[in-house]
C-alpha cells in the first residue's frame, strides 16, 4: 500500500489538473485548497465544453451542492467525458436526502459509477438505504453510524467510499481505514468539505489505479494541514488563512499524514 506521504509528495511534484464541478459556495476556496496543496484546478462546468475539457483533465470532482437542470446536464457531459478517457471521477452528494430533485440527481450520478464517493455521516447513510438524521448540507449523525452503509454502498458500486468527519472512514468494500485529525474549527469554515472532495481528486489523478490508497492520503493531508493551522488560529476566520498556509507547506508535514492512519 502507497503511504499517504509518498501520494501526496507525488501529487505535490506532478501538479495534477483537475476538473472541480462544484457548488458556487465552493467554487473560489476549493479553488484555492488545490492550489496551495499542489494541483491545478479548473472550474469547468458548461455543457458546451465539460465533456471536451474532462478528457484532458487528470481526474473530475462532481458536488452537488446547488443544483440547476443545467449544471445537471454539465456534470453528466463531464462524467461522459472523464469516461471515454479512462480518468477517475469523484462524486460529493451534498444533501442527496433533501429534495426528490437530489434524490433523483444522486441516483442518476451512482448509475453513472463513480470512482470515490466521499460524503459526511448523514449522506452516505442514505446513500446506502438508512435512515439519515442530517438537516440540509450539515451531518446529523456520527461517522461510527455509517461505517456499515458505507461499506454496503461501497460493494453495490464497485466504489471507494469515504466518510467525513471528526475521524474519517474510508473503504472498498474489503478494505477499511479510519483518518483521525483535523480540528473542531473546520466545519465552522464554509465548502472546506467540497475541497476536500476536490483534494481527493487530486491525489487518485496521480494514482487512478489506487483510489483507496489516494482517498486516505487525501484525508490525512486534509488532517494534519488542519492541526497546524489551528495551533495558532484565533477562530474561523484566522484558521481559513492559516489552513491555506499549511496546505502550502505540507512538505514538512509529510511524515505526519502516515500517523493519521489506522486499520478499521
Known amino acids: 500500500m502507497s503511504t499517504p506521504s509518498h501520494l501526496l509528495a507525488r501529487m505535490r511534484a506532478r501538479s495534477p ?6 457548488n458556487f459556495v465552493a467554487t473560489n476556496i476549493a479553488a484555492n485548497v488545490l492550489l496551495a496543496a499542489g494541483a491545478s484546478p479548473a472550474m ?33 457531459a463531464a462524467i461522459a467525458g472523464a469516461g471515454a478517457a479512462g480518468k477517475p471521477w469523484v462524486l460529493d452528494p451534498v444533501a442527496c436526502f433533501a429534495t426528490g430533485f437530489r434524490r433523483q440527481t444522486t441516483a442518476d450520478l451512482l448509475a453513472l459509477r463513480p470512482t470515490i464517493i466521499r460524503g459526511n455521516a448523514s449522506e452516505i447513510l442514505a446513500l446506502g ?43 472498498d468494500g474489503a478494505r ?30 496521480v494514482a487512478p489505479d489506487q483510489p483507496f490508497e489516494a482517498t486516505v492520503a487525501a484525508l490525512a493531508g486534509f488532517a494534519v494541514a488542519g492541526e497546524a493551522a489551528a495551533r495558532e488560529a484565533q477562530g474561523p476566520g484566522s484558521f481559513a488563512c492559516r489552513f491555506l498556509d499549511a496546505l502550502h507547506g505540507l512538505d514538512a508535514l509529510l511524515t505526519h499524514a502516515d500517523e493519521r ?3 478499521a
Open 44 to 76: 469547468v462546468h458548461a455543457e458546451e465544453e465539460a465533456e471536451e475539457f474532462a478528457r484532458i483533465a487528470a481526474a473530475l470532482t462532481i458536488n452537488i451542492g446547488t443544483l440547476s437542470g443545467p449544471a445537471v446536464t454539465g456534470m453528466k
Open 17 to 22: 489538473l483537475v476538473q472541480c464541478i462544484t
Open 129 to 171: 438505504g438508512g435512515q439519515s438524521a442530517g438537516q440540509g448540507a450539515d451531518a446529523g449523525d456520527p461517522v461510527e453510524k455509517a461505517e456499515g452503509a458505507a461499506r454496503l454502498l461501497a460493494r453495490s458500486q464497485g466504489a471507494v467510499v469515504a466518510v467525513t468527519g471528526p475521524v474519517d472512514f474510508v473503504t
Open 176 to 205: 477499511a481505514m479510519r483518518v483521525a485529525g483535523g480540528s473542531p474549527l473546520m466545519p465552522k469554515v464554509t465548502a472546506l468539505g467540497c475541497s476536500l472532495t476536490c483534494l481527493v481528486g487530486a491525489l487518485v489523478a
Open 261 to 263: 492512519i489506522s486499520p
